[in-house]
């Protein structure tokens, strides 16, 4: 069975006792991060990203999942539920409906629509099919609804599940280039995210993909476009990637199969911590974040890939910036790793 990574990170909090609470939690899930990938890229990762939160927290290494499939809908679930598909009725990413007699997923939810950019389809989601209250949902009952939850994914499953049944919000992705939500949330997104939006923030990363590090720091993976690669946008896989042409043949979706998804999802992080006010008051307040990236990119070039293990060089770095912001803007938090 595969094994969870589990890290409890107490960063700036000499003493956690039951009155002295967070101002806030930070839940990161990395789609499809097996735990090998911290000891086999270990001696390229810096200092301050995931080996801040080995060395600052706590690592669990013998935990297990005991259900199967291993999906990101049940796997958000699950984590966030604490419990198996058989109890919070996530059994995959789709299953087929004997009720309806058809295919559904995991999020589908047909009674709402899209806000935001983005397609007619990309927005029918919510919570409904969660049978099971979340840890976000109990901070909420715990809070009396004043502890504020939202959650933030490329993937709509990923950003759905985590925030639960009553988060204030739940953003997701577009291939339009646009975070959007759906109106179980509100009717209309949230000013400061419509102008994040306006700014085309994603184009900036729509330049060129190259190693992040020189060539021979890759050896412990195997070599560019190896025979176990498949092709990424129709492209043989050999670096350089040109983002802007593969972004030209297809949309904005292309973000998400390069370690550029991660770095775009921080960036609306921070955001959302800024204007949300999240941290800034003596109710703990949590934020849900899933880097999707890692699992794009391990489908596609495998897991010996130098194009994933790249993708782990980059986040480690992206992780660490994300965690001096956090030390710097908020103070006492959790970070709750998975």
Not at 256 to 264: A, M, V
């Amino acid at each position: 069975m595969k094994k969870w990574i589990a890290f409890f990170a107490l960063l700036n909090m000499t003493l956690i006792q039951a009155q002295d609470k967070p101002k806030l939690v930070v839940g990161i899930v990395v789609d499809q991060m097996k735990m090998e990938y911290l000891y086999r890229f270990s001696d390229d990762f810096s200092a301050n990203g995931f080996k801040r939160l080995m060395k600052e927290g706590y690592t669990f290494h013998n935990m297990h999942y005991n259900y199967m499939p291993t999906y990101t809908g049940p796997g958000h679930a699950a984590i966030y539920t604490g419990t198996t598909p058989s109890v919070n009725g996530i059994v995959g990413n789709d299953w087929f409906n004997k009720a309806i007699g058809k295919e559904m997923y995991c999020t589908d939810d047909a009674s709402v629509k899209t806000i935001g950019d983005g397609t007619d389809s990309e927005g029918k989601m919510s919570p409904k099919n969660l049978l099971s209250t979340t840890i976000t949902d109990e901070l909420k009952l715990a809070t009396n609804f004043k502890g504020k939850v939202i959650g933030i994914s490329l993937k709509d499953r990923g950003a759905i599940l985590p925030a639960g049944h009553f988060a204030d919000w739940a953003f997701w992705y577009s291939k339009t280039g646009a975070f959007i939500s759906s109106t179980y949330y509100g009717e209309a997104l949230p000013n400061w995210v419509t102008q994040f939006n306006k700014e085309k923030n994603y184009e900036k990363y729509l330049t060129q993909w190259d190693l992040f590090k020189p060539k021979e720091t890759y050896n412990e993976s195997l070599n560019d476009n190896n025979p176990y690669e498949g092709k990424l946008f129709k492209k043989t896989p050999f670096f350089p990637y040109n983002m802007k042409e593969m972004y030209d043949n297809n949309d904005a979706g292309v973000l998400r199969s390069t370690p550029f998804g991660n770095n775009f999802i921080a960036d609306f992080a921070k955001k959302a911590i800024e204007k949300e006010n999240l941290g800034k008051d003596d109710i703990t307040d949590f934020l849900a974040i899933s880097f999707s990236s890692t699992d794009y990119i391990g489908h596609v070039l495998g897991p010996r890939s130098i194009e994933l293990q790249d993708t782990y060089l980059r986040l480690d770095q992206t992780i660490a910036d994300f965690l001096l912001y956090l030390d710097k803007t908020v103070g006492k938090i959790i970070i709750w790793f998975f």
